[in-house]
C-alpha cells in the first residue's frame, strides 16, 4: 500500500527543512505531529475532551469502498457509515467523476434569487422519487438546517392561512433532529438538550413507542398503542395551538435505534390530519434506502406534509440538505412582494451545485445498481447474525430495521437494569471493535450497526463477528 503521507509536499511538515519525507524517521514525526496537532487545535464534536487527549487519536488518511485507512495504514471497516451518511462506499468512482466535472464548470453559485443546472435537476429527481404530494425543494446544507427549515415553514405557514396562535410543536421523546436551538427545541434527549431548555421554544412531548423500555409497561404483543393515545390527547387539547407534528419515522436514531412498531407512523398521520396539524417527518436518517425501501414513509404509505433529508443524500460525500413540501404549503407563501408573505431563509451554501451534482450520481448508482432490490440478502444476513448476540448476557433487546441496527446493552437482563453513564460501557465496546478492525459509535449503551449499503455478506459477517467479541470481551 502506497503511504500517502511519503508524498505529503506541504512545507509545513519540514519543520526546519532536515526531514527528508521518504525517511522513515521522517513519516513517523509527521505521524507524531499530526497527533499532537489534532490535541492541541481541534475541538471535537459530541466528544469529552479530557478523555480524548488521554488517547492515540485515530486519524483517517484515506478509504475505498467500505474500508478506512488511518495514517499508520491500519484498515477499519467503516461500521457507522461515516455518521450515518455513507451509501455507495467511499471513493466510489461515479460521484468523484460527478463532482470533478462540476468543479470543471464551476464551484459554488448562489440560489438566492438565481439558479444552478445541478440544483434544479436534483429537485426534478428529488419530487419524482419522494410521494406523490411532496412537489417543492427548499435547499439547505445539513440535517439541523433541513429541521429550521421545516420548523419555521410550518410557523409561518399558519401564520400566512390566519391561524395566528399555532404556534407550538410536537415531537416525541427520545427524539432527534440535530443541533441547532430550533432543532433541540424540538428534540426529546434529555442528556444533549437539558443544558440549553433556557435557551429553547416551548414544545410539547409525546411517548416515544420505545417498547423495550414501554412508558405503560406493556408488552410488544399485548399493546394497544397506549401511546397514541397520550399522543391523541396533546394534539386533541391543543390543536388551536398547535402548527406541527416532528417526528422520526420508523426509527428514532441518536435516541438509541428506537425502532417502532408497524402502524405507529400511519397512525400518528392520521391524528394529525384529524386535528388540523402539520405532519413534518425527519427522514435525515432513515432516508435513501437505510429502511430497505427508498423513504422510511413508504412502509406505510404516508405522505407528510413536510419532509428533511439530508445524511444519505449524495452517499455521504459532502454537506447537502433538503426539505419538501406540498403545494398546500407552498402556496401559503405566494403573494404580492409588498404582502412580506416571502419565505425569510437561505444558507449560503445552501444548494451547492457540488454537492448537488454528487447526489445526482448517487441516484444514479441507485438504479443502476439497483441498490434498494439488492438489500434484502444484506437484511437476512443482519438479521440472522443479530439473534446470535442473543446468547450474550448484557445484551436486552435488539432492534433491527433494514441495515441499522441497535443492541442495547444491560446489567441485567431480568430487570434491564441498565448501565450506568461512567461504566461508559458503549464506549468501551466500540474502543475494543476497533482494534479488531471495526470503527463504530455507541449511543450511550446502545451499539450501533449501520454499514454503507454497498457493504457485502462478507464483511457483514466480519463486522458482526468483531461486534460479537467485543461485547463479549468487554462485558
Ligand atoms: C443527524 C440527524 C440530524 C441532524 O443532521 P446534521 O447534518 O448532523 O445537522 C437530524 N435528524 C436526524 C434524524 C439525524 O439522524
Given at each position: ?18 526531514i ?57 471497516i467503516?461500521g ?17 467523476d ?5 468543479l470543471?464548470?464551476?464551484a ?9 443546472v ?22 439547505s ?35 432527534y ?35 423495550y ?16 393515545s397520550?399522543?391523541?390527547e ?44 402539520l ?58 412582494y409588498?404582502?412580506?408573505?416571502t419565505?425569510?431563509h ?10 448537488c ?15 434498494i ?12 447474525r443479530l ?20 443492541m ?10 441498565p ?45 458482526m463477528?468483531?461486534l ?8
Amino acid at each position: 500500500m502506497k503511504d500517502n503521507l511519503c508524498s505529503t509536499t506541504n512545507p509545513s511538515f519540514v519543520e526546519d527543512g532536515s526531514i527528508i519525507m521518504h525517511e522513515q524517521t521522517g513519516i513517523k514525526k509527521i505521524k507524531e505531529q499530526l497527533a499532537s496537532w489534532d490535541k492541541e487545535y481541534l475541538w471535537h464534536p459530541f466528544t469529552q475532551m479530557k478523555d480524548y487527549v488521554k488517547e492515540k487519536p485515530l486519524i483517517i488518511e484515506d478509504g475505498e469502498g467500505f474500508i478506512l485507512r488511518d495514517i499508520d495504514g491500519n484498515e477499519y471497516i467503516d461500521g457507522i457509515s461515516s455518521m450515518w451518511c455513507n451509501i455507495h462506499g467511499h471513493r466510489k468512482k461515479e460521484i468523484d467523476d460527478a463532482i470533478k466535472v462540476q468543479l470543471d464548470k464551476v464551484a459554488h453559485t448562489t440560489l438566492l434569487g438565481f439558479s444552478s443546472v445541478p440544483a434544479i435537476k436534483l429537485s426534478k429527481r428529488l419530487v419524482e422519487m419522494t410521494p406523490d404530494d411532496l412537489t417543492k425543494v427548499f435547499y439547505s446544507d445539513n440535517g439541523s438546517t433541513a429541521i429550521e427549515v421545516a420548523i419555521k415553514m410550518a410557523f409561518q405557514y399558519w401564520q400566512h392561512k390566519g391561524y395566528k396562535d399555532k404556534t407550538n410543536f410536537v415531537a416525541l421523546q427520545h427524539g432527534y433532529h440535530g443541533d441547532t436551538l430550533g432543532a433541540i427545541g424540538i428534540g426529546g434527549m434529555d442528556v444533549f438538550h437539558n443544558t440549553f431548555k433556557p435557551l429553547l421554544f416551548k414544545a410539547m412531548f409525546a411517548p416515544s413507542p420505545y417498547c423495550y423500555r414501554c412508558p405503560y409497561d406493556k408488552d410488544r404483543t399485548k399493546c394497544s398503542f397506549e401511546c397514541l393515545s397520550s399522543l391523541e390527547e396533546i394534539l386533541s387539547k391543543n390543536s388551536d395551538s398547535i402548527a406541527a407534528m416532528v417526528m422520526e419515522p420508523l426509527v428514532q436514531g441518536a435516541g438509541g435505534m428506537i425502532v417502532h412498531p408497524e402502524g405507529y407512523l400511519s397512525r400518528a398521520k392520521e391524528l394529525c390530519k384529524k386535528y388540523n396539524v402539520l405532519f413534518i417527518t425527519d427522514e435525515i436518517m432513515v432516508g435513501f434506502g437505510r429502511t430497505g425501501k427508498m423513504f422510511a414513509c413508504f412502509h406505510e404509505n404516508v405522505t407528510p406534509d413536510i419532509m428533511a433529508l439530508s445524511k444519505g443524500i449524495n452517499g455521504g460525500y459532502m454537506p447537502l440538505a433538503v426539505t419538501l413540501t406540498t403545494e398546500e404549503v407552498y402556496n401559503a407563501f405566494i403573494g404580492d412582494y409588498g404582502e412580506q408573505k416571502t419565505f425569510f431563509h437561505g444558507h449560503t451554501y445552501t444548494g451547492n451545485p457540488l454537492a448537488c451534482s454528487a447526489a445526482l450520481a448517487s441516484l444514479d448508482i441507485f438504479e443502476n445498481e439497483k441498490v434498494i432490490e439488492g438489500l434484502r440478502p444484506k437484511i437476512d444476513v443482519l438479521q440472522k447474525r443479530l439473534e446470535e448476540f442473543t446468547n450474550l448476557n448484557s445484551v436486552g433487546d435488539i432492534r433491527q430495521c433494514g441495515l441499522i441496527a441497535g443492541m442495547e446493552l444491560v446489567k441485567d437482563k431480568g430487570t434491564k437494569e441498565p448501565y450506568s453513564w461512567d461504566e461508559k460501557i458503549g464506549i468501551k465496546v466500540c474502543l475494543e471493535a476497533r482494534k479488531r478492525g471495526l470503527i463504530t459509535r455507541p449511543l450511550d449503551n446502545v451499539i450501533v450497526v449501520m454499514p454503507p449499503l454497498s457493504i457485502n455478506t462478507y464483511q457483514l459477517n466480519k463486522m458482526m463477528n468483531i461486534l460479537y467479541e467485543s461485547i463479549e470481551y468487554v462485558t
